[in-house]
């Protein structure tokens, strides 16, 4: 019950939260915002946390602290809470704030186990609040011989050898709590939603063997839960468990249908509200798609896993168990290159036996089917996907997902290397790529090996723990029966619970002394240390090294025992010594507190007494002892110990040295600096702290370096900031930070840089722009420099004139209205603004007219707002132009039905100010409609449209319910309908002016409108409906007054067509077809049927294999083997079937392919004149009963194949009318649906005639020589050419053996000179100069030789000089070079 009002108070917490705040994003993770205004002023900000505290795990005793740092302004007020508990206790919880480091602290002096929690911290101002939570862990101490540490011990090895083996002594344990009554909730709320498949495993894990018991309870509790379900959810279906989908991500989901649409969704961890978001990828989030909700955990750890449960308005919906199993990838997935209709296998091996993990392709969900096979070895160690048949869509990333761990590798495809397979599609291959092999098994094998062997030390150390018990349980009598004594005997030994008891016959008669002594250690005290070592060294020497000699002194009671049998611990600590952290030059105090005043101590630092000096003093103040350090330095840092009475406590006194600042320099530094633009600004700071110190400065928050205009100083006791030649836009908050190893302080400051403003701003808003005047405002500068703005000055230009007129300084405000205007002229503004640090650039504003007439536009159409038999109210919306000034009122006018004439309906001096008004001039039962026209300063503007025809008279009475609704006619997609016009009656229900048509699909609780406007007539066709969907549909009528009540059809109606039986259209439908093997085979049915009927293919009467793939559409179902297989022979029959009949239709389908063909062909003659062919069978005469064979024969006389026997299903045949004398030969064929096999020829039969062998005597034929000697048949010619030009020489030359050529400049050899490009190609000698010179000229002769002869020819090449230049004296020549060029070529006169 107390949970259950928990989490009802925090149902209303958060409801109430809800309605009213906004949920903001922190940029600090794990941070949660709650703003409570929709729009925060300008400067001003909710709480938000710069550093969250962080997790602490600290020592009973020990001090813990959280820091946190917020922002907001205005400053946020910070507080702290718990979950299990408060932190009013100011002994226990100290709250403080140091200003200067700007920090938050929770402190926990000696802290204590029962402290150990979960703590938030809430900022909070009035535009928001911020939430973090942190979580702190207590170490327990001094419970070395306390008898609870054995028992959680035995507790948490009795749990995990539960998990593990799940013994049968937990069974009976848990049995027995069932048989009670105390069955854990958390095992009903996982049945509620779990399939029936899951009850034995649910009921394994929490022991519970009672079926019968266990469902009658479970229906119990089903009916309460529906019953409460039942006032929020129509329906709820589909409940996924959650399970991790992707790295990192687990989601749950379930399909539901609300009631209320706004209902409140809730969700719950072991008991615990979780805040979620929706659509969004935070940690928690709820993602609606149609019926289904998804809800999604990100960034999984191990303190997601739990109890999650979905509430709607507080009534449980859903529950489900979150396991993240503690496993790891020994062996990930490789990369695996696969060749295309090859499979593809990935595998890995974990470090603990799973029996699922998920498989990821391309970040989608992999499942068992025909492309993919997932499976696990037996010790579930490996697992492995096999991607089945590997095409090139398959390629890309796979991942393996097991708990939150996760690996993936890249699947390559491939190309089939084979040519011959090139444009072909290729055959499925039965090869595998990728897979570990033996490497894997022997890994799996080792880590199984390992396990088993944790599991024996798990089963030892638990009969160990037993054992234990069961001795410490014995040990325990003796100290019974002592209590129970009238007269109490000498003391005994107290058991130690920590450690088994070792015999020591020796020191027997010291026993009850030590039991004095060791009796107060039975007490967890914090932080203190008895100076007792053999109680850790007794555990682990062997008994023959302990000798009474090195026994340490011990402290030992004599005197008698109290009545109640409790031993005096004497004096021991209370409260420990705590570490102090203490600033260098500040004071610092470490305490601690005895359990006596009489009871005096020593101080020490590291090992040393200590005594009271001008900077250290020791106070005692009654049983509180205090050491304080008035000024502490570096040296008084160390580990300090206090010693009473042979108890001691130790603590560290750190003295940290962080950067610090004076406050008047602070303060200082704090004021703003104002310059002027161009000059510079200094900002100066100086600190003492460790070194080495960080320095950084900032403008606005972004760090500045040094640059032409930036420069920083550093030293270890100043820093230094030059801001040269400053702009406006450098102004801003300046902020000096420094940080060393113990802190960071940051000191704020700001920059002003004045300069003049910016121009005055648009757009120029016209108040009036009449014939006496122009007044008009403009927006002020978007920067006024920094200094605020004392006026405007103003210049005048009237449109057509080349002069400005000063007008002059006007006040600051950013409005002017000029009087001195002439009617009907335009004018032109020039507006610049003046403040201290001078006048802005200029703003001009566009051309205003003065006494223009200027008339607004029409308004909007009037609307009726209500209408009673004497008045009538109507509203409209002002124009959107309203010709450049304001709107000063509006004039309304009316007209009767049938009327010409517009009446004005207030008085022409009177015009309406506001924007409705109430028509009084009518006639009750005349029909009116009215129109509006606006007025400006020019006049009254064109009136607005018309209303719509209004009736003076009262409020109509709703319409009845329309008659005689039926439906007409129906198909797949569309219903039409009919129906009668209600009756009048008078006061009760009037007459009706149209009709709304209204659809409700069954699945859904709300009704739509399938007509925006109303129906005039008394018929509708709906159109858009989802074929065999179930619908209600209704007809409301409607008139003035309102909507009649709905008339609905008496039972709901399916879209479908009327009924026709099945019937196949196609008649010329093929009932065979042959198919050749690994080709595709597809078989088309069209047909008629009405509803939409359901089809079944079959083959030989049994269903059709998974290769098979089925398509139906409307009116057509296709049959597909993708790659045809001889198996898939046979007859298949499809059966169209709906509710008015069935039809049937069967085809044979063979799948063969070319034969093979027959075997060796033997011929024999037994009766003279035939002959009997016989032949061994084709290999395919099993496989298809359809084969047959072909016989030709050929003799020596025809010697041409013909056909003589055919379709022949044995293996011989005998031919008749063999001639003697001529020679035979006989090919078999074999032959089936697809066609001829290659030929089996039989040997040559008959008489074998020698041949005369032919011979032919040819007359030696002649040979034939080429050889020649070299010889030109196109010689070179003489060139004439500019200089700076190209020459193109080239000659013919014939010869054989191929003459060699060599090309002559003055008798000097060119062929391998590199200025000269040089070719012969099929005896065409060419020769290329890009750019001729003066040393160009001469005699060019060409030699070509061979082996025969030798032979020349010779060209002269000619250079001309430079240019002509006019004014000279030249002489020009002019050479004819051929039929075509001409050369011209001058010189200087001579």
């Given at each position: 019950?107390?949970?259950?009002?928990?989490?009802?108070s925090?149902?209303?917490?958060?409801?109430?939260?809800?309605s009213?705040?906004?949920?903001?994003?922190?940029?600090?993770?794990?941070?949660?915002?709650?703003?409570?205004?929709?729009?925060?002023?300008?400067?001003?900000?909710?709480?938000?946390?710069?550093?969250?505290?962080?997790?602490?795990?600290?020592?009973?005793?020990?001090?813990?602290?959280?820091?946190?740092?917020?922002?907001?302004?205005?400053a946020?007020?910070?507080?702290?809470?718990?979950?299990?508990?408060?932190?009013?206790?100011?002994?226990?919880?100290?709250?403080?704030?140091?200003?200067?480091?700007?920090?938050?602290?929770?402190?926990?002096p000696?802290?204590?186990?029962?402290?150990?929690?979960?703590y938030?911290?809430?900022?909070?101002?009035?535009?928001?609040?911020?939430l973090?939570?942190?979580?702190?862990?207590v170490?327990?101490?001094?419970?070395?011989?306390?008898?609870?540490?054995?028992?959680?011990?035995?507790?948490?090895?009795a749990?995990d050898?539960?998990?593990?083996?799940r013994?049968?002594?937990?069974?009976?344990?848990?049995?027995?709590?069932?048989k009670?009554?105390?069955?854990?909730?958390?095992?009903w709320?996982?049945?509620?939603?779990?399939?029936?498949?899951?009850?034995?495993?649910?009921?394994?894990?929490?022991?519970?063997?009672?079926?019968r018991?266990?469902?009658?309870?479970?229906?119990?509790?089903?009916?309460?839960?529906?019953?409460?379900?039942?006032q929020?959810?129509?329906?709820?279906?589909?409940?996924?468990?959650?399970?991790?989908k992707?790295?990192?991500?687990?989601?749950?989901?379930?399909?539901?249908?609300?009631?209320?649409?706004?209902?409140?969704?809730?969700?719950?961890?072991?008991?615990?509200?979780?805040?979620?978001?929706?659509d969004?990828?935070?940690?928690?989030?709820?993602?609606?798609?149609?019926?289904?909700?998804?809800?999604?955990?990100?960034?999984?750890?191990?303190?997601?896993?739990?109890?999650?449960?979905?509430?709607?308005?507080?009534?449980?919906?859903?529950?489900?168990?979150?396991?993240?199993?503690?496993?790891?990838?020994?062996?990930?997935?490789?990369?695996?290159?696969?060749?295309?209709?090859?499979?593809?296998v990935?595998?890995c091996?974990?470090?603990?036996?799973?029996?699922?993990?998920?498989?990821?392709?391309?970040?989608?969900?992999?499942?068992?089917?025909?492309?993919?096979?997932?499976?696990?070895?037996?010790?579930?160690?490996?697992?492995?996907?096999?991607?089945?048949?590997?095409?090139?869509?398959?390629?890309?990333?796979?991942?393996?997902?097991?708990?939150?761990?996760?690996?993936?590798?890249?699947?390559?495809?491939?190309?089939?290397?084979?040519?011959?397979?090139?444009?072909?599609?290729?055959?499925?291959?039965?090869?595998?790529?990728?897979?570990?092999?033996?490497?894997?098994?022997?890994?799996?094998?080792?880590q199984?090996?390992?396990?088993?062997?944790?599991?024996?030390?798990?089963?030892?150390?638990?009969?160990?723990?037993?054992?234990?018990?069961?001795?410490?349980?014995?040990?325990?009598?003796?100290a019974?029966?002592?209590?129970?004594a009238?007269?109490?005997?000498?003391?005994?030994?107290?058991?130690?619970?920590?450690?088994?008891?070792?015999p020591?016959?020796?020191?027997?008669?010291?026993?009850?002394?030590?039991?004095?002594?060791?009796?107060?250690?039975?007490?967890?005290?914090p932080?203190?240390e008895?100076?007792?070592?053999?109680?850790?060294?007794?555990?682990?020497?062997?008994?023959?090294?302990?000798?009474?000699?090195?026994?340490?002194?011990?402290?030992?009671?004599?005197g008698?025992?109290?009545?109640?049998?409790?031993?005096?611990?004497?004096?021991?600590?209370?409260?420990?010594l705590?570490?102090?952290?203490?600033?260098?030059?500040?004071?610092?105090?470490?305490?601690?507190?005895?359990?006596?005043?009489?009871?005096?101590?020593?101080?020490?630092?590291?090992?040393?007494?200590i005594?009271?000096?001008?900077?250290?003093?020791?106070?005692?103040e009654?049983?509180?002892h205090?050491?304080?350090?008035?000024?502490?330095?570096?040296?008084h840092?160390?580990?300090?110990?206090?010693?009473?009475?042979?108890?001691?406590?130790?603590?560290?006194?750190?003295?940290?040295?962080?950067p610090?600042?004076?406050?008047?320099?602070?303060?200082?530094?704090?004021?703003?600096?104002?310059?002027?633009?161009?000059?510079?600004?200094?900002?100066?700071?100086?600190?003492?702290?460790?070194?080495?110190?960080?320095?950084?400065?900032?403008?606005?928050?972004?760090?500045?370096?040094?640059?032409?205009?930036?420069?920083?100083?550093k030293s270890?006791?100043?820093?230094?900031?030059?801001?040269?030649?400053?702009?406006?836009?450098?102004?801003?908050?300046?902020?000096?930070?420094?940080?060393?190893?113990?802190?960071?302080?940051?000191?704020?400051?700001?920059?002003?840089?004045?300069?003049?403003?910016?121009?005055?701003?648009?757009?120029?808003?016209?108040?009036?722009?009449s014939?006496?005047?122009?007044?008009f405002?403009?927006?002020?500068?978007?920067?006024?420099?920094?200094?605020?703005?004392?006026?405007?000055?103003?210049?005048?230009?009237?449109?057509?004139?080349?002069?400005w007129?000063?007008?002059?300084?006007?006040?600051?405000?950013?409005?002017?209205?000029?009087?001195?205007?002439?009617?009907?002229?335009?004018?032109?503004?020039?507006?610049?603004?003046?403040?201290?640090?001078?006048t802005?650039d200029?703003?001009?504003?566009?051309?205003?007219?003065?006494?223009?007439k200027?008339?607004?536009?029409?308004?909007?159409?009037?609307?009726?707002?209500?209408?009673?038999?004497n008045?009538?109210?109507?509203?409209?919306?002002?124009?959107?132009?309203?010709?450049?000034?304001?709107?000063?009122?509006?004039?309304?006018?009316?007209?009767?039905r049938?009327?010409?004439?517009?009446?004005?309906?207030?008085?022409?001096?009177?015009?309406?100010?506001?924007?409705?008004?109430d028509v009084?001039?009518?006639?009750?039962?005349?029909?009116?409609?009215?129109?509006?026209?606006?007025?400006?300063?020019?006049?009254?503007?064109?009136?607005?449209t018309?209303?719509?025809?209004?009736?003076?008279r009262?409020?109509?009475?709703?319409?009845?319910?329309?008659?005689?609704?039926k439906?007409?006619?129906?198909?797949?997609?569309?219903l039409?309908?009919?129906?009668?016009?209600?009756?009048?009656e008078?006061?009760?229900?009037?007459?009706?002016?149209?009709?709304f048509?209204?659809?409700?699909?069954?699945?859904?609780?709300?009704?739509?409108r399938?007509?925006?406007?109303?129906?005039i007539?008394?018929s509708?066709?709906?159109?858009?409906?989802?074929?065999?969907?179930?619908y209600?549909?209704?007809?409301v009528?409607?008139?003035?007054?309102?909507?009649?009540?709905?008339?609905?059809?008496?039972?709901y109606?399916?879209?479908?067509?009327?009924?026709?039986?099945?019937?196949?259209?196609?008649r010329?439908?093929?009932?065979?077809?042959?198919?050749?093997?690994?080709?595709s085979?597809?078989?088309?049915?069209?047909?008629?049927?009405?509803?939409?009927p359901?089809?079944?293919?079959?083959?030989?009467?049994?269903?059709?294999?998974?290769?098979?793939?089925?398509?139906?559409?409307?009116?057509?179902?296709?049959?597909?083997?993708?790659?045809?297989?001889?198996?898939?022979?046979?007859?298949?029959t499809?059966?169209?079937?709906?509710?008015?009949?069935?039809?049937?239709f069967?085809?044979?389908?063979?799948?063969?392919?070319?034969?093979k063909?027959?075997?060796?062909?033997?011929?024999?003659?037994?009766?003279?004149?035939?002959?009997?062919?016989?032949?061994?069978?084709?290999?395919?005469?099993?496989?298809?009963?359809?084969?047959?064979?072909?016989?030709?024969?050929?003799?020596?006389?025809?010697?041409?194949?013909?056909?003589?026997?055919?379709?022949?299903?044995?293996?011989?045949?005998?031919?008749?009318?063999?001639?003697?004398?001529?020679?035979?030969?006989?090919?078999?064929?074999?032959?089936?649906?697809?066609?001829?096999?290659?030929?089996?020829?039989?040997?040559?039969?008959?008489v074998?005639?020698?041949?005369?062998?032919?011979?032919?005597?040819?007359a030696?034929?002649?040979?034939?020589n080429?050889?020649?000697?070299?010889?030109?048949?196109?010689?070179?010619?003489?060139?004439?050419?500019?200089?700076?030009?190209?020459?193109?020489?080239?000659?013919?030359v014939?010869?054989?053996p191929?003459?060699?050529?060599?090309w002559?400049?003055?008798?000097?050899?060119?062929?391998?000179?590199?200025?000269?490009?040089?070719?012969?190609?099929?005896?065409?000698?060419?020769?290329?100069?890009?750019?001729?010179?003066a040393?160009?000229?001469?005699?060019?002769?060409?030699?070509?030789?061979?082996?025969?002869?030798?032979?020349?020819c010779?060209?002269?090449?000619t250079?001309?000089?430079?240019?002509v230049?006019?004014?000279?004296?030249?002489?020009?020549?002019?050479?004819?070079?051929?039929d075509?060029?001409?050369?011209?070529?001058?010189?200087?006169?001579?």
């Open positions: 019950m107390g949970t259950d009002m928990i989490r009802l925090q149902l209303l917490k958060f409801s109430f939260l809800s009213v705040a906004i949920k903001k994003r922190s940029k600090v993770p794990g941070v949660m915002i709650t703003q409570f205004v929709e729009k925060i002023p300008a400067e001003k900000s909710h709480p938000d946390f710069s550093r969250k505290p962080i997790a602490l795990t600290v020592q009973e005793g020990k001090l813990a602290v959280f820091k946190a740092i917020v922002t907001g302004d205005p946020p007020n910070v507080t702290w809470a718990r979950n299990n508990g408060d932190v009013s206790d100011p002994e226990r919880y100290v709250a403080s704030y140091d200003p200067v480091l700007g920090e938050h602290q929770l402190q926990m000696n802290v204590g186990v029962d402290q150990a929690d979960t938030k911290c809430y900022a909070s101002n009035e535009y928001g609040r911020a973090v939570t942190v979580t702190l862990n170490i327990e101490v001094g419970f070395k011989k306390s008898k609870a540490m054995q028992e959680a011990r035995l507790e948490k090895a749990a050898l539960k998990r593990t083996l013994t049968r002594s937990c069974i009976v344990e848990q049995n027995e709590e069932r009670d009554g105390e069955v854990d909730e958390k095992f709320e996982l049945l509620l939603s779990a399939d029936k498949k899951e009850y034995e495993r649910i009921c394994a894990e929490y022991g519970v063997t009672d079926f018991w266990m469902l009658k309870k479970l229906n119990e509790k089903k009916k309460e839960i529906e019953e409460q379900q039942s929020y959810i129509e329906h709820l279906s589909n409940l996924r468990h959650i399970e991790i992707t790295p990192g991500c687990a989601e749950f989901e379930f399909e539901m249908d609300l009631k209320d649409p706004n209902a409140r969704i809730f969700l719950f961890k072991d008991g615990v509200m979780v805040p979620f978001n929706i969004t990828d935070e940690e928690h989030s709820l993602r609606q798609v149609g019926r289904k909700f998804i809800f999604s955990i990100y960034g999984l750890n191990a303190e997601d896993a739990g109890l999650y449960q979905v509430d709607i308005e507080g009534v449980n919906v859903f529950s489900t168990d979150f396991k993240i199993p503690v496993v790891d990838f020994l062996v990930k997935i490789q990369e695996v290159k696969a060749v295309e209709r090859e499979d593809a990935f595998e091996v974990l470090s603990a036996p799973l029996p699922k993990i998920s498989w990821l392709g391309k970040n989608v969900a992999l499942e068992q089917g025909e492309k993919y096979d997932i499976s696990v070895s037996e010790d579930m160690l490996i697992h492995r996907l096999v991607v089945k048949d590997c095409m090139q869509v398959d390629k890309g990333i796979y991942a393996a997902v097991a708990g939150m761990k996760s690996c993936n590798a890249w699947l390559i495809v491939e190309a089939d290397p084979d040519p011959n397979q090139r444009g072909k599609k290729a055959a499925r291959k039965t090869t595998q790529a990728g897979g570990g092999g033996a490497d894997l098994i022997k890994i799996a094998a080792e199984q090996e390992k396990l088993q062997k944790e599991h024996k030390e798990r089963m030892e150390q638990l009969k160990q723990i037993q054992a234990e018990e069961a001795a410490a349980k014995e040990e325990e009598k003796p019974e029966e002592i209590t129970a009238p007269e109490p005997p000498k003391p005994k030994t107290t058991p130690k619970p920590k450690a088994k008891p070792k020591k016959p020796k020191q027997e008669p010291k026993a009850d002394s030590e039991a004095i002594a060791e009796e107060p250690e039975a007490e967890p005290e932080e203190v008895e100076e007792q070592p053999e109680s850790e060294e007794a555990a682990s020497p062997p008994p023959e090294e302990e000798t009474p000699s090195e026994e340490p002194r011990k402290r030992v009671r004599t008698p025992l109290v009545p109640d049998n409790i031993i005096d611990p004497g004096v021991h600590f209370t409260s420990g705590s570490d102090v952290h203490a600033i260098i030059g500040q004071s610092a105090e470490m305490m601690c507190k005895l359990s006596s005043e009489k009871c005096d101590g020593i101080w020490c630092k590291d090992g040393k007494e005594t009271s000096t001008d900077d250290l003093k020791i106070v005692k009654g049983t509180v205090k050491l304080i350090v008035s000024n502490c330095t570096e040296d840092g160390g580990k300090y110990r206090f010693e009473a009475d042979g108890r001691k406590t130790e603590a560290m006194l750190v003295v940290e040295d962080p610090r600042m004076n406050q008047d320099d602070l303060a200082k530094f704090s004021e703003p600096v104002l310059i002027k633009v161009g000059q510079k600004a200094t900002f100066k700071m100086d600190f003492v702290g460790r070194e080495p110190i960080k320095v950084q400065w900032y403008n606005e928050g972004e760090e500045m370096l040094e640059d032409n205009h930036i420069k920083i100083e270890g006791s100043h820093s230094r900031l030059l801001l040269v030649k400053c702009q406006r836009k450098d102004s801003g908050e300046i902020k000096l930070k420094l940080k060393n190893e113990f802190g960071t302080i940051e000191a704020l400051s700001r920059l002003i840089v004045l300069d003049k403003p910016s121009n005055p701003m648009g757009p120029v808003e016209v108040l009036e722009a014939a006496s005047c122009v007044e405002k403009w927006r002020p500068p978007k920067d006024d420099g920094g200094s605020p703005i004392k006026n405007y000055y103003i210049e005048r230009n009237q449109i057509g004139r080349n002069t007129a000063k007008i002059g300084n006007i006040p600051g405000e950013p409005h002017y209205k000029d009087t001195d205007v002439d009617h009907g002229r335009r004018y032109c503004y020039r507006i610049r603004a003046v403040t201290a640090e001078g802005s200029v703003f001009e504003t566009n051309d205003i007219q003065a006494g223009t200027a008339y607004p536009g029409p308004p909007s159409t009037p609307k009726v707002v209500s209408a009673i038999k008045c009538i109210t109507l509203a409209w919306s002002p124009p959107t132009n309203t010709g450049g000034t304001n709107i000063v009122g509006y004039n309304m006018e009316k007209r009767k049938g009327s010409n004439l517009w009446g004005q309906v207030n008085p022409p001096e009177e015009p309406i100010k506001g924007k409705q008004y009084k001039d009518v006639v009750e039962g005349m029909e009116y409609e009215f129109r509006v026209s606006a007025i400006n300063f020019s006049g009254a503007g064109e009136p607005s018309p209303s719509e025809f209004v009736i003076a009262d409020p109509k009475k709703p319409p009845g319910k329309v008659t005689d609704l439906v007409t006619d129906s198909t797949n997609t569309s039409s309908l009919s129906w009668t016009k209600p009756k009048e008078e006061g009760v229900q009037d007459e009706a002016k149209g009709y048509v209204e659809l409700r699909p069954a699945e859904n609780t709300e009704w739509g399938c007509n925006s406007n109303p129906l007539s008394t509708y066709t709906i159109l858009g409906l989802k074929s065999m969907a179930m209600w549909v209704r007809v009528a409607t008139n003035e007054g309102g909507d009649g009540e709905p008339r609905d059809l008496d039972n109606i399916i879209a479908m067509p009327p009924p026709v039986r099945p019937n196949f259209t196609n010329k439908m093929k009932s065979f077809m042959v198919m050749r093997a690994e080709n085979a597809r078989v088309n049915i069209n047909f008629e049927a009405s509803p939409v359901t089809i079944i293919w079959l083959k030989d009467g049994m269903p059709v294999s998974k290769r098979v793939t089925v398509s139906n559409t409307d009116g057509m179902s296709q049959l597909l083997i993708p790659s045809a297989e001889r198996s898939d022979s046979g007859i298949y499809i059966t169209v079937k709906n509710i008015v009949g069935q039809e049937t069967s085809v044979e389908i063979r799948v063969t392919d070319d034969p063909p027959p075997g060796p062909v033997e011929l024999e003659e037994n009766v003279p004149g035939t002959l009997t062919v016989s032949w061994e069978p084709s290999p395919d005469e099993k496989r298809d009963n359809h084969l047959h064979y072909m016989v030709m024969k050929r003799d020596s006389i025809k010697r041409t194949w013909h056909t003589v026997a055919d379709r022949l299903f044995n293996n011989n045949y005998t031919a008749v009318n063999i001639m003697p004398g001529r020679e035979y030969n006989f090919r078999v064929y074999a032959k089936n649906d697809i066609g001829l096999s290659e030929p089996s020829e039989s040997l040559t039969w008959g074998i005639r020698k041949k005369e062998k032919f011979s032919l005597n040819l030696p034929s002649k040979p034939c080429f050889d020649s000697a070299p010889i030109f048949t196109v010689p070179l010619k003489t060139h004439t050419i500019p200089e700076k030009y190209e020459c193109f020489m080239s000659c013919a014939k010869g054989y191929t003459p060699h050529v060599t002559y400049h003055n008798n000097v050899s060119l062929n391998t000179d590199t200025n000269y490009y040089i070719t012969n190609t099929c005896g065409v000698c060419s020769m290329l100069i890009l750019r001729v010179g040393k160009d000229n001469g005699e060019y002769r060409v030699v070509a030789e061979n082996s025969l002869g030798r032979a020349e010779s060209a002269q090449l250079i001309l000089g430079p240019r230049h006019a004014g000279s004296k030249w002489k020009m020549h002019i050479n004819l070079m051929a075509v060029w001409v050369s011209m070529y001058w010189g200087q006169r001579d």
